[in-house]
């Protein structure tokens, strides 16, 4: 970057890095305290029948805002987190408050709950599921787990274990963010998830015409229905996309177009008038 004549690279890029590092152990340090001060809640983001357009659940969307350096996205404080060994505690955090939260909804749909591997590679993990079950009431088939493909990544861990636990606990899986890691088909059989997530990237490939994406999105929803999964497309913007997915076949829809990730007291009402539309 640097047009410094006798600089070199090594130079001219440490300086980007040195802040990189500031910034980082900043954010650390703040991570550190966040939950315990009370900067931590929860958004829950609608996700509905992609036939009859019915609320069946909300996904649980972490979101952190720090008094002096203000809301910082879960794509960049969430890998922080991993890679410092602080995703255990935050994690058991939004489990418990999800549960909690989710018990107040008048519709008890399900919610879902993103879960990094880290707190898969701990056996003790299935120890707090349960208990944040109990303490909350909440009963297992209401409670969704998003696991992404990298958590099979790692060798030699408790982690398909761990998740066979948690499926005897009732509790559902779901494979997140599909297609965008280093997909192998194996775990599909070894692991029974109740559904898996298409990525946002595929949805909005395809609905640019990209045939590959949309090759993509018919295959796998070919698999999952032929495993007895369902399919959730993620990140449907506009009705176009929303038409699109449901003629692929999609099972489930997710995306801005059918709601925004909303405040507890907000998702509140939401399930509220999705169980009078019911009733009604
Ligand atoms: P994800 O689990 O794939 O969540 C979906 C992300 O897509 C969310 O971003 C959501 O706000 C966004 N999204 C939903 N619909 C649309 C749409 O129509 N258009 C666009 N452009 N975006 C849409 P968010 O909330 O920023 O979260 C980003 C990622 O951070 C999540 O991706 C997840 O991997 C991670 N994350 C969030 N909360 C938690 C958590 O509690 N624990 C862990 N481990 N990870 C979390
Ligand atoms: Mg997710
Ligand atoms: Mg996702
Ligand atoms: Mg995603």
Not at 8 to 26: I, K, M, N, S, W
Not at 38 to 51: F, I, K, R, S, T
Not at 188 to 197: A, E, H, N, P
Request: proline share 4%; hydrophobic share 40%.
């Amino acid at each position: 970057r640097s047009k410094d004549a006798g600089g070199g690279t090594f130079h001219c890029y440490e300086p980007q890095l040195h802040v990189q590092a500031e910034e980082r152990r900043v954010l650390e340090l703040a991570l550190r305290q966040a939950v315990a001060n009370g900067e931590m809640h929860l958004n829950y983001q609608p996700v509905v029948d992609a036939g009859t357009g019915t609320l069946t659940g909300f996904e649980a969307l972490l979101r952190w805002t720090h008094p002096e350096l203000g809301t910082i996205s879960p794509a960049k404080f969430v890998p922080l987190a991993e890679d410092a060994r602080m995703i255990a505690p935050i994690g058991e955090w939004v489990l418990r408050t999800a549960c909690t939260e989710a018990m107040r909804w008048a519709n008890p749909v399900r919610v879902a709950v993103n879960v990094s591997p880290e707190q898969l590679h701990n056996p003790a993990f299935v120890t707090v599921v349960a208990s944040a079950l109990a303490n909350s009431g909440l009963p297992a088939d209401r409670l969704e787990l998003e696991v992404t493909e990298s958590v099979f990544m790692k060798e030699g861990t408790c982690a398909v274990r761990v998740l066979e636990q948690i499926l005897d606990l009732g509790v559902r899986l779901s494979l997140d963010d599909f297609g965008t890691g280093y997909s192998s088909l194996g775990y599909l059989s070894r692991t029974r998830f109740s559904s898996i997530k298409i990525d946002r990237s595929f949805v909005t490939q395809a609905s640019k015409g990209v045939r590959e994406a949309i090759a993509i999105i018919r295959a796998v929803v070919a698999l999952a229905s032929s495993l007895g999964m369902a399919t959730t497309a993620e990140g449907v913007e506009t009705e176009d996309e929303h038409l699109m997915v449901q003629q692929l076949g999609c099972t489930k829809v997710q995306g801005y177009y059918f709601g925004r990730p909303l405040p507890v007291e907000e998702a509140r009402a939401v399930a509220g008038r999705s169980q009078e539309a019911a009733a009604a």
